[in-house]
């Protein structure tokens, strides 16, 4: 197995500032990872619950939570199920929640773990190494169900086309011959900027970790777990993503256009569980020079009132 690449966490500082962590306070990291963001929450002086599904998370997280003298605590599971899991703890408030969503660093460079194409290697790409692997559904997914996955996933409008080539190329089993698959069929020009590969990756990366309904998830367990005056900050890569975590923040937040004389209002009004959103925060040049894999991300962040998470039968409302 190749060894994982050191991870750096994206917008650290701004992350650091947007929880505004005092010492004594206990914060989730949800997405542990390499352990970036626990460290630095740690230096601050809190108490941190850190998740992750990875199980090659795992020995990073064990050994960080050994050295933390008690101060952290390392979770394996879902960060949709932090509330659930703290309450199994006796912690049942925290003063803050932070998600890095989507695939990290050391994922996308150890080539056994089929995140990539830049490296040959099984077409796997599951985080928590069980389920389904992309190799199992691309192999047995009937042509249609692979088109929707790409079109919805990767938002790629030539999705019937590469899902009508991959059907013609099974079995595909490696990255590399997927990633040829899908420049044949859209007409690799090499020098192009962005690889055409990249959006059917992201797709199935995607619905194999079932990654947008794990946001979902996690950003209403995040609502259930903090405290009034508890900070959520999230950094995301895609639109996909930061779409998801736009518009919770502003159903939340009450900041949902609520109607007009020419739009009248359909749901009845809810009490907001968060202020208004801070603006959304971008890498600096600096840290995009320093970190390239920054460059697409986006912090979106918000302070937890003292009104109840909103019911999953007010949501369906």
Not at 124 to 138: K, L, N, P, Y
Not at 173 to 186: E, H, I, S
């Amino acid at each position: 197995m190749t060894q994982p690449s050191p991870h750096i966490p994206v917008l650290l500082d701004e992350v650091i500032h947007a929880l505004a962590i005092t010492p004594g306070s206990d914060v989730v990291d949800g997405t542990f990872g390499a352990g970036g963001y626990s460290r630095a929450i740690l230096a601050a002086g809190a108490r941190v619950h850190a998740f992750d599904r990875d199980p090659y998370a795992a020995a990073a997280g064990a050994d960080l939570a050994e050295r933390s003298g008690g101060a952290l605590r390392f979770h394996s599971a879902c960060f949709s199920e932090m509330d659930k899991r703290l309450a199994e703890c006796g912690v049942q408030q925290v003063d803050a929640v932070v998600l890095d969503i989507g695939v990290s660093s050391m994922q996308i460079d150890q080539a056994d773990r089929g995140f990539s194409f830049q490296k040959d290697g099984p077409l796997d790409m599951r985080m928590s190494q069980s389920g389904e692997s992309a190799a199992d559904f691309v192999n047995s997914a009937d042509e249609a169900e692979i088109a929707n996955v790409i079109y919805l996933y990767g938002e790629e409008p030539k999705s019937r086309r590469i899902a009508r080539a991959i059907v013609a190329a099974r079995p595909i089993n490696t990255t590399t011959k997927l990633a040829d698959v899908v420049r044949k069929a859209l007409g690799h020009r090499m020098g192009a900027p962005k690889d055409p590969a990249t959006r059917t990756f992201q797709a199935l990366r995607i619905h194999i970790n079932r990654e947008l309904d794990e946001l979902t998830a996690g950003l209403e367990a995040a609502e259930r777990i903090l405290k009034p005056g508890g900070r959520l900050a999230v950094v995301s890569f895609h639109s996909l993503e930061d779409r998801i975590v736009k518009q919770f923040l502003r159903d939340r937040s009450g900041s949902t256009a609520t109607g007009s004389r020419h739009m009248p209002i359909v749901k009845a009004a809810r009490a907001a569980t968060f202020e208004k959103p801070a603006k959304a925060v971008r890498p600096s040049a600096r840290e995009i020079e320093a970190n390239p894999r920054a460059r697409s991300s986006t912090l979106r962040s918000a302070i937890r009132t003292d009104a109840p998470a909103w019911s999953s039968k007010e949501m369906a409302a």
